[in-house]
Nanobody, 117 residues
Framework: QVQLVESGGGLVQAGGSLRLSCAASTSIFSINTMGWYRQAPGKHRELVASIGSGGNTPYADSVKGRFTISRDNAKNTVYLQMNSLNPEDTGVYYC???????????WGQGTQVTVSS
């Protein structure tokens, strides 16, 4: 079992930046895809960005050019650098680790991001 622990959330003004971290309890080398999801109040959880073991990094259209995802396998950590934040980015951000075979999803407990206008 892999435990994921997010950190770095908080309250920030519009236009500001935050960097989220997701630390895994064991090696993430064997996890095919690491990703960040977010859930705003009253909305479904949505994919923000992911990074595969090959380095491909798809982003949600709403965050392209503002957010950057990266992974450091040596530190078992995934990061989400968030710049030019706006109130629509408010929500609980969850770290996800997805194994392709056998298929399994690991989830962190979430970290709150609040962007004030």
């Amino acid at each position: 079992q892999v435990q994921l622990v997010e950190s770095g959330g908080g309250l920030v003004q519009a236009g500001g930046s935050l960097r989220l971290s997701c630390a895994a309890s064991t090696s993430i080398f064997s996890i095919n895809t690491m990703g960040w999801y977010r859930q705003a109040p009253g909305k479904h959880r949505e994919l923000v960005a992911s990074i595969g073991s090959g380095g491909n990094t798809p982003y949600a259209d709403s965050v392209k050019g503002r957010f950057t995802i990266s992974r450091d396998n040596a530190k078992n950590t995934v990061y989400l650098q968030m710049n030019s934040l706006n109130p629509e980015d408010t929500g609980v951000y969850y770290c996800n680790g997805r194994v392709t075979y056998p298929p399994y999803d690991y989830w962190g407990q979430g970290t709150q991001v609040t962007v004030s206008s």
